[in-house]
């Protein structure tokens, strides 16, 4: 529990409208110090060198580090931006239902600095929701009735249309700026440099079981400069 959390309940409604607005600069600005510091001591850290990309709450697996707007993760960072980590410095990346919520612009500048910064051979593993499946919902009302039964707080979903399903997963309260298949989710990674990019199945050891449901998953290596 933050310091926040346990100090909001005792502390009178008028003091905390004063004090709350200075408290997030300063925790904002503490936030990125920290960060710029880890950044430069990056190299330093034990190999191999592992990152999962806007984690929320969810931990990762002991030796992971975190790149997140939340202040539990290891650099508090804006994912928008340029990665704040040197070039061919980490041997994997992980993101999980992440890259849906960036337009494609967006999209395709993260997955760039993705490929920048992973080494030769290192490994780009992801998971994404699949929109197809979706898709396929809106004439198909078997699946379309399971989906219904998956989506657990529906606001896109209270007309009871097919079209519910649609645009729950293309929008997500304005959350999702883009829909994934298994076909462009591997033109995306292709077409930003790695060019082995393939669909690949659940990975118990690693992917979320609540959202198997509803993910499509895939892989690449980052090829050398010797690799064709």
Same mark, same amino acid.
């Given at each position: 529990?933050?310091? @926040?959390?346990r100090?909001?309940?005792?502390?009178?409604?008028l *003091?905390?409208r004063t004090?709350?607005?200075?408290?997030?600069v300063? !925790?904002?600005?503490f /936030?990125?110090?920290?960060?710029?510091?880890? =950044?430069r001591? #990056?190299?330093?850290?034990?190999?191999?060198?592992?990152?999962e990309? &806007?984690?929320g709450?969810i931990?990762?697996?002991?030796?992971?580090?975190?790149?997140?707007?939340?202040?539990? @993760?290891?650099?508090?960072?804006? /994912?928008?931006?340029?990665?704040?980590l040197?070039e061919?410095? +980490?041997?994997?990346?992980y993101?999980?239902?992440?890259?849906e919520?960036f337009?494609?612009?967006?999209?395709?500048?993260? +997955?760039?600095? =993705?490929?920048r910064?992973?080494?030769p %051979? &290192? *490994? #780009?593993?992801?998971?994404?929701?699949? &929109? %197809?499946?979706?898709?396929?919902s809106?004439?198909?009302a078997?699946?379309?009735?399971?989906?219904?039964g998956? *989506?657990?707080?529906?606001? $896109?979903?209270?007309? &009871?249309?097919?079209? $519910?399903?649609?645009?729950?997963i293309?929008?997500?309260? %304005?959350?999702h700026?883009?829909?994934?298949?298994?076909a462009?989710?591997?033109? /995306?990674? !292709? *077409? =930003? %440099?790695?060019?082995?990019?393939?669909?690949?199945?659940?990975d118990?050891?690693?992917?979320?079981?609540? !959202? !198997?449901?509803?993910? /499509?998953?895939?892989?690449?290596?980052?090829?050398f400069?010797?690799?064709?």
């Amino acid at each position: 529990m933050s310091i @926040a959390s346990r100090v909001k309940p005792m502390t009178p409604p008028l *003091i905390l409208r004063t004090l709350l607005p200075p408290y997030r600069v300063l !925790r904002r600005v503490f /936030l990125q110090v920290r960060t710029r510091l880890r =950044c430069r001591r #990056f190299l330093s850290y034990p190999e191999p060198r592992r990152i999962e990309l &806007g984690p929320g709450m969810i931990s990762p697996p002991t030796g992971w580090l975190t790149i997140d707007l939340m202040p539990s @993760a290891t650099f508090y960072w804006d /994912l928008r931006r340029r990665l704040p980590l040197p070039e061919s410095s +980490v041997a994997e990346i992980y993101s999980s239902h992440v890259l849906e919520h960036f337009p494609l612009p967006e999209l395709r500048q993260l +997955v760039n600095e =993705c490929v920048r910064v992973l080494a030769p %051979g &290192g *490994i #780009f593993n992801l998971s994404v929701p699949n &929109g %197809g499946m979706y898709v396929r919902s809106y004439t198909d009302a078997s699946l379309r009735a399971e989906l219904f039964g998956y *989506i657990k707080s529906p606001p $896109d979903c209270e007309l &009871g249309t097919p079209m $519910d399903v649609v645009n729950h997963i293309a929008h997500m309260s %304005g959350e999702h700026r883009f829909l994934f298949d298994e076909a462009n989710v591997v033109a /995306l990674l !292709r *077409i =930003c %440099g790695l060019p082995n990019a393939r669909i690949r199945e659940f990975d118990p050891s690693r992917d979320v079981e609540v !959202r !198997r449901h509803e993910s /499509l998953y895939a892989i690449a290596t980052k090829p050398f400069l010797t690799d064709n």
